[in-house]
C-alpha cells in the first residue's frame, strides 16, 4: 500500500533560506583537513567527491569545497571584497571550547586571541578561526541564560 508523504515532506523551503554555498579553495586536500574536518564536526555530511572537490549536507542547506582550473591562484583575503567568514551555531560555550581546541590542531589558527571567547562582544561567546588559506570561520555558542 502506497501513503502519500504528509504536505510538510514536500513543501518548498521558505523563500530566501540559504540553498547553498560553494567555497574555492586553492588545494582541496588541504581544506579538506580544516574546512571539511569542522563541517564534519558541525554535523555535515560528506554526500559527494570528485576530483579536486567535496560537499557537505547540512539539516538543509550543504556547503562545497572545491579547487580546479578555474580557480585564480592567490591566497583568500577575508578583509577585501567578497565573503569574509562562515559563522555556525555550534553549541553551548564548553561545545565551543571543546571545538576551539580541537580545530587548532587541525591547521586553524585562533583570531583576536587577546579578546577570545569575546571579540565580538561581552555578550556574544564565539571562537573565530582561519585556516591556512585564509578563510575565516566563527563558532557561535548559544546564549546563557
Same mark, same amino acid.
Given at each position: 500500500?502506497?501513503?502519500?508523504?504528509?504536505?510538510?515532506?514536500?513543501?518548498?523551503?521558505?523563500?530566501?533560506?540559504?540553498? *547553498?554555498?560553494?567555497?574555492?579553495?586553492?588545494?582541496?586536500?588541504?581544506?579538506? &583537513? @580544516?574546512? &571539511?574536518?569542522?563541517?564534519?564536526?558541525?554535523?555535515?555530511?560528506?554526500?559527494d567527491t570528485w576530483p579536486g572537490?567535496?560537499?557537505?549536507?547540512?539539516?538543509?542547506?550543504?556547503?562545497?569545497?572545491?579547487?580546479?582550473?578555474d580557480v585564480l591562484a592567490g591566497?583568500?583575503?577575508?578583509?577585501?571584497? &567578497?565573503?569574509?567568514?562562515?559563522?555556525?551555531?555550534?553549541? @553551548?560555550? =564548553? =561545545?565551543?571550547? =571543546?571545538? @576551539?581546541?580541537?580545530?587548532?590542531? *587541525?591547521? !586553524? @589558527?585562533?583570531? !583576536?586571541?587577546?579578546?577570545?571567547? *569575546?571579540?565580538? &562582544?561581552?555578550?556574544?561567546?564565539?571562537?573565530?578561526l582561519q585556516d591556512a588559506d585564509?578563510?575565516?570561520?566563527?563558532?557561535?555558542?548559544?546564549?546563557?541564560?
Amino acid at each position: 500500500m502506497d501513503v502519500d508523504p504528509p504536505a510538510s515532506a514536500n513543501a518548498a523551503p521558505p523563500k530566501g533560506r540559504l540553498h *547553498h554555498v560553494e567555497l574555492w579553495v586553492p588545494d582541496h586536500d588541504r581544506a579538506q &583537513g @580544516t574546512l &571539511g574536518w569542522l563541517f564534519g564536526q558541525l554535523g555535515y555530511v560528506r554526500t559527494d567527491t570528485w576530483p579536486g572537490g567535496s560537499s557537505w549536507q547540512g539539516a538543509g542547506e550543504y556547503l562545497v569545497l572545491e579547487s580546479g582550473p578555474d580557480v585564480l591562484a592567490g591566497p583568500h583575503e577575508r578583509r577585501r571584497p &567578497g565573503l569574509n567568514h562562515l559563522a555556525f551555531h555550534a553549541g @553551548t560555550e =564548553d =561545545d565551543v571550547d =571543546d571545538l @576551539t581546541r580541537d580545530a587548532l590542531g *587541525h591547521g !586553524f @589558527t585562533l583570531l !583576536f586571541p587577546d579578546r577570545h571567547p *569575546h571579540a565580538g &562582544g561581552p555578550d556574544h561567546y564565539a571562537a573565530y578561526l582561519q585556516d591556512a588559506d585564509g578563510f575565516e570561520v566563527e563558532l557561535v555558542a548559544v546564549p546563557r541564560r
